[in-house]
């Protein structure tokens, strides 16, 4: 299997597909897994799926530093390293999109463009920061079960891939989501926003009342932006609207990404 190592840990990814290369980068503890309806973009990109710390196949018991969102950027840019690939476009979802943000903030030389599937800059709501602080209780009580149910019944309808993810879930280290979910609700990236100068995708789900309300933090910082907005979904944009979310990102790579690289 591949791994990267980095420092003291282990970090597992796959790749799949050939072109243009697109990188996924999930909440935490809920690993690769989480895009698994995202394969058919393999047909167009290169997808590059990454288990962070604490996630799926990689390292789980991890040290504090280690949890810290710019960690978890330099994560990414390690396996892209491994793989000689000069910039990729950078997917993230939910809590992902922090990584995801902070990449783009420092390497923004290897950013072709990003993409926010319900994300947002900072924890600054009341229903999101009431969401994290219910993460990081949980994770004290070491509930890493609940987790695996919660999780997995909101993000899948087959039982399959419910008992699948549920498996890695429950192997996390309670103590090092804790310090994630932490580490998540420190992070601030609001007023850097507007050093964001690649092609950005927003996707929110329209039933979204936790990070959708975060779509004028970007509206208003960011310049080349487009915003998106699913119908008949909350959250969980990527697994219940799999067939969607796909289309509007392969169509605004063309748009967008594809026009570029072509002008470059």
């Given at each position: 299997m591949p791994f990267v190592k980095h420092n003291n840990s282990r970090i597992y990814y796959e790749v799949h597909g050939s072109g243009q290369p697109l990188v996924f980068v999930h909440p935490p503890v809920m690993g690769h897994l989480t895009f698994r309806s995202q394969q058919p973009l393999s047909e167009h990109y290169q997808l590059i799926y990454i288990d962070l710390f604490n996630s799926g196949k990689s390292s789980h018991h991890v040290s504090e530093n280690e949890v810290e969102v710019a960690y978890l950027a330099e994560t990414i840019e390690a396996v892209l390293t491994k793989l000689t690939i000069q910039s990729a476009i950078i997917c993230g979802y939910s809590n992902g999109c922090s990584v995801a943000i902070e990449f783009a903030l420092t390497y923004?030389?290897?950013?072709?463009?990003?993409?926010?599937?319900?994300g947002f800059p900072e924890v600054s709501t009341f229903f999101l920061d009431r969401e994290f602080q219910v993460g990081i209780w949980a994770a004290k009580k070491e509930w890493m079960s609940l987790f695996a149910y919660v999780l997995t019944k909101n993000h899948f309808r087959s039982k399959r891939e419910q008992d699948e993810m549920a498996r890695w879930i429950k192997r996390a280290d309670p103590h090092s989501l804790k310090e994630m979910y932490e580490a998540g609700k420190r992070y601030a990236a609001t007023e850097r926003l507007k050093q964001l100068t690649m092609p950005i995708l927003v996707i929110y789900g329209k039933r979204d009342l936790?990070?959708?309300?975060?779509m004028i933090h970007f509206l208003q910082e960011i310049k080349e932006i487009e915003v998106v907005l699913v119908s008949k979904v909350a959250h969980q944009v990527p697994t219940r609207t799999p067939n969607e979310c796909n289309t509007i990102i392969h169509q605004w790579i063309k748009?967008?990404?594809?026009k570029r690289l072509r002008h470059n």
């Open positions: 923004s030389h290897k950013t072709d463009g990003l993409i926010l599937l319900s936790f990070s959708a309300p975060y748009r967008h990404i594809g």
